[in-house]
């Protein structure tokens, strides 16, 4: 069972960049969703979420309308579309999966499996 996160990268501010999270060993489509984002010395903090009923997805006031979550079940794959990218979005970037869609989804300990962070960098 393993979460692959990709996509990150240098971008300059106002860029665009998509993270890729692939799953291999259990189908990502029985499962929620989350991404989330670790500044040096902070806790990770969620921003994205899907959830695994009625296409259900929410986004941190920080990112809202710069930010979508989206799966393609086929590719056993979620992404994370990033637009409009500041400065303040400089931050390792984490997915996470879980079974269940119960309890409160930012919460980093109610996720199951973790992929490894990818590194996003905005930067002129």
């Known amino acids: 069972v393993q979460l692959q996160a990709s996509g990150g990268g240098l971008v300059q501010p106002g860029g665009s960049l998509r993270l890729s999270c692939a799953a291999s060993?259990?189908?990502?489509?029985?499962?929620?969703i989350g991404w989330f984002r670790q500044y040096p010395g902070k806790e990770r903090e969620g921003i994205s979420y899907?959830?695994?009923?009625?296409?259900?997805?929410y986004h941190a006031d920080s990112v809202k309308g710069r930010f979508t979550i989206s799966r393609d079940n086929a590719k056993n794959t979620v992404y994370l579309q990033m637009n409009v990218l500041k400065a303040e979005d400089t931050a390792v970037y984490y997915c996470?999966?879980?079974?269940?869609?119960?309890?409160?989804?930012?919460?980093?300990?109610?996720?199951?499996?973790w992929g490894q962070g990818t590194l996003v960098t905005v930067s002129s």
């Open positions: 060993g259990f189908t990502l489509g029985d499962y929620a």
């Open positions: 899907a959830g695994t009923r009625g296409g259900f997805t």
């Open positions: 996470a999966a879980r079974r269940s869609d119960r309890d409160y989804f930012f919460s980093p300990r109610n996720y199951d499996y």
